[in-house]
């Protein structure tokens, strides 16, 4: 079992920056692919980014490119999604998921653990 915590949503202003942790338990961290998705109210949940169990492989929505960079520090059990240049259409709950095999994706069906959310609100 995998548990994962998130932490660093807040309200910020329209090119603001936010830094979200996912901070996950147990010692098979280094070897599952990590996601990060994304759901506002009345919308289903969307994938924004993914990488592999080493870092290797990342992959971006693509309205969040060249805006969010994913890294993660298998040390620490953690991984990150530094956003900058929020736009208002970036508010919702962050989620942060966890896969049990090395190489990323960024389907919703395909990550088994997940985190309770944390909020991203985006003011004009």
């Known amino acids: 079992q995998v548990q994962l915590v998130e932490s660093g949503g807040g309200l910020v202003q329209a090119g603001g920056s936010l830094r979200l942790s996912c901070v996950a338990s147990?010692?098979?961290?280094?070897?599952?692919?990590m996601g990060w998705f994304r759901q506002a109210p009345g919308k289903e949940r969307e994938f924004v980014s993914t990488?592999?169990?080493?870092?290797?492989?990342?992959f971006y929505r693509d309205s969040v490119k060249g805006r969010f960079t994913i890294s993660r520090d298998n040390v620490k059990n953690t991984v990150y999604l530094q956003m900058n240049s929020l736009k208002p259409e970036d508010t919702a709950v962050y989620y942060c998921?966890?896969?049990?095999?090395?190489?990323?994706?960024?389907?919703?069906?395909?990550?088994?653990?997940w985190g309770h959310g944390t909020q991203v609100t985006v003011s004009s």
């Open positions: 998921a966890a896969r049990p095999l090395r190489w990323a994706s960024t389907r919703v069906s395909e990550y088994d653990y």
């Open positions: 147990g010692r098979t961290f280094s070897s599952y692919a």
């Open positions: 990488i592999s169990w080493n870092g290797g492989s990342t």
